[in-house]
């Protein structure tokens, strides 16, 4: 069967409600954006370490499962308990933070390493969590791992037709092209080199790669390319 794309809709793997910042920076410019996740969440009980001087978050998603699951049990925190985030999205979640990474795993570990030297940190992720922060860190930091929350591909994924593909996670590239294949023309984009990298292993060369994590970059690219 023959598809073909449409030249000004744009694929985003991540829900783009009206406020985002995707979609207010593009509608106004013709575009359509398709914003929808292709991994189901859900939560992983969990038992939090005895101490633990940093929590450090790799997304938005790990903030919310690790304190939905505090408050339903009742548990409060430390008051010398600091937070850091991979990156600015997943800072803004956070009621309080104390160390805020640009995204970028290499650079965010390298950042961290400088005020969590020789500190308990936990990690709070998902089930399937490349775990690049902690890997990074190597000795630098105690880490605890704490699983908080599990992330599947969908069962039903739907081809699109859009002129731009844009892949905000590993899982989610690798959930798309395990049942769609890519249409003539169009044009994929990642959120970061991780996402970069899942989609060259899938023989996928992304076009560009956003200069920052955020979806500001990522409506940059679209209207600096398309």
Not at 6 to 18: D, G, L, N
Not at 19 to 34: C, I, K, M, N, T
């Amino acid at each position: 069967m023959h598809n073909s794309i449409v030249a000004q809709k744009i694929f985003i793997s991540r829900p783009a409600p009206p406020e985002s910042a995707f979609r207010r920076l593009l509608e106004p410019r013709g575009f359509e954006v398709d914003g929808r996740s292709l991994v189901a969440f859900s939560a992983a009980p969990f038992v939090l370490p005895a101490s633990f001087d940093w929590v450090f978050f790799y997304s938005s998603h790990g903030v919310r499962f690790f304190f939905e699951q505090l408050a339903k049990t009742g548990i409060t925190l430390p008051r010398t308990t600091r937070f850091g985030a991979i990156g600015p999205a997943t800072a803004r979640v956070l009621e309080t933070v104390h160390f805020i990474g640009d995204g970028n795993p290499e650079t965010a570990a390298a950042s961290f390493r400088t005020v969590a030297a020789g500190k308990r940190v936990l990690f709070p992720r998902a089930a399937d969590s490349r775990q690049s922060v902690q890997l990074l860190l190597g000795n630098a930091v105690e880490a605890l791992d704490l699983v908080v929350y599990q992330n599947e591909p969908l069962r039903e994924i739907v081809l699109s037709d859009a002129a731009a593909l844009i892949f905000t996670s590993p899982l989610n590239a690798q959930a798309y092209f395990s049942k769609c294949r890519l249409l003539p023309g169009q044009k994929v984009f990642a959120i970061g080199q991780t996402t970069a990298r899942a989609l060259s292993d899938l023989h996928i060369v992304p076009e560009a790669v956003a200069p920052q994590p955020s979806e500001e970059a990522l409506a940059g690219l679209v209207l600096s390319l398309l």
